[in-house]
C-alpha cells in the first residue's frame, strides 16, 4: 500500500513559459498518469491553472495536473 501525491506541468505549460520542461513531451497528461497508475485506486485527478510563484525562474501562470492515489 501507499498513498501517492503528485503535481505536475501539462503540456500547456510551454506556452505559459513560466518554467517547467520547454517541451510538451516533457509535461504530464491525464493519459500518460492513467497508463502509469493504472493499477491504483484514484481517489482525485484535477487539470487547472492558477498562478504560481515559486521563486526568479518560475512565477506567473501555470498549468497543473494533480493526482492523488492509492496503491
Not at 505559459?16 to 497508475?37: D, R, V
Amino acid at each position: 500500500g501507499g498513498l501517492l501525491l503528485l503535481e505536475g506541468y501539462t503540456p500547456k505549460q510551454v506556452k505559459y513559459g513560466t518554467g517547467g520542461p520547454k517541451e510538451p513531451e516533457n509535461n504530464y497528461t491525464a493519459a500518460l498518469l492513467e497508463a502509469a497508475f493504472g493499477g491504483f485506486a484514484r481517489l482525485e485527478m484535477a487539470i487547472y491553472d492558477v498562478e504560481l510563484y515559486e521563486g526568479a525562474g518560475h512565477g506567473g501562470m501555470s498549468a497543473l495536473i494533480d493526482l492523488v492515489a492509492v496503491k
